[in-house]
C-alpha cells in the first residue's frame, strides 16, 4: 500500500534532506515550499530515481490563505513533517508588530490549521504520523530570538497535548529540536561568529541537516513504534 507523506518547508535543508531519505524508504511525497521553487525543481530532479510520486505545492503558510491552498493539493496522507520556519532575530523591544504576527502564523496558526484538518485522513492508517521540527531554543530560549523560541516552546506543548489526544487512533505525534545546523538560517553569522558558536557545543561542530532527516525518520520507522508525545533534541550536546 502506498503511503504518502507532506513535507512542508521542503526546499530548504532539512525538509530537503528529510525528502530525500523518506524517499529512499520509499514514501510518496508532497513538496510544500513557498518561494524557491527552483530548488524543488533540483529535488525532484534528484528524487527521479526513486519508484515514487512526488507532488510539489506552493503556498504562503505565513498567510491565513496559506493553508487553504495546501490543504486542497492533499489526497491520501499518512505523515506530516512540518519543517516550515524563520527565526526573527534582534531585541524584543525593537520587535514589529508584523514581523511577530507572521512568526505566530508561519509557526503555530498555520501548523495547528493543517494537523486539525488533515487529522481525519491521517487517522484512516493505524500507524501515521505527525513530526513538528522545533529548536533547542524552543527547549530552554534564547535572548535576541525571543518570538523565536516562543514560538518553537508552542510546537513542543502543541506536540505532547495532542500526541495523547490521538494516540488511540494510532497516530503518534513527536517534536525533534536540532541545535545549529549547517543550512541557510546561520547565514547572517559571520564564520568567526560561527567558529565561537561551534566552541559552545560540546561536540564540536554544526548538525548536518541530514542528521536531523536521520531523526525524523528513525521516528517514523517501527522502530519508535512506542514513542509519542516525546521531544528529541539533537543538538550536540549544546542543550540537555
Known sequence: MKRFALITGASG????????????ENWNLYLHYHSNGKRI???MNELKGYPIEVIPIQADLSVEDGCRQLLQNIFQLDAIVYS?????????????????????????KSPLILVRNLLPKLMRNPRSHIIMISSVWGQT??????????VKGAQISFTKALSKEVAG?????NCVAPGAVETGMLNRFTEEELEQLQDEIPL????APEEIADTVS???SPKAAYITGQVIAVNGGWYT
Open 141 to 150: 530560549g534564547a535572548a535576541c530570538e525571543v518570538i523565536y523560541s516562543t
Open 169 to 173: 487512533s494510532g497516530v503518534r505525534v
Open 218 to 220: 528513525f521516528l517514523m
Open 41 to 43: 525543481s533540483e529535488l
Open 84 to 108: 516550515s520556519g524563520n527565526a526573527p532575530f534582534g531585541l524584543f523591544s525593537d520587535l514589529e508588530d508584523e514581523t511577530m504576527e507572521t512568526a505566530i502564523q508561519l509557526h503555530v
Open 204 to 207: 564540536g561542530r554544526l548538525a
Open 13 to 24: 535543508g532539512i525538509g530537503a534532506a528529510t525528502a530525500k531519505i523518506l524517499a529512499k
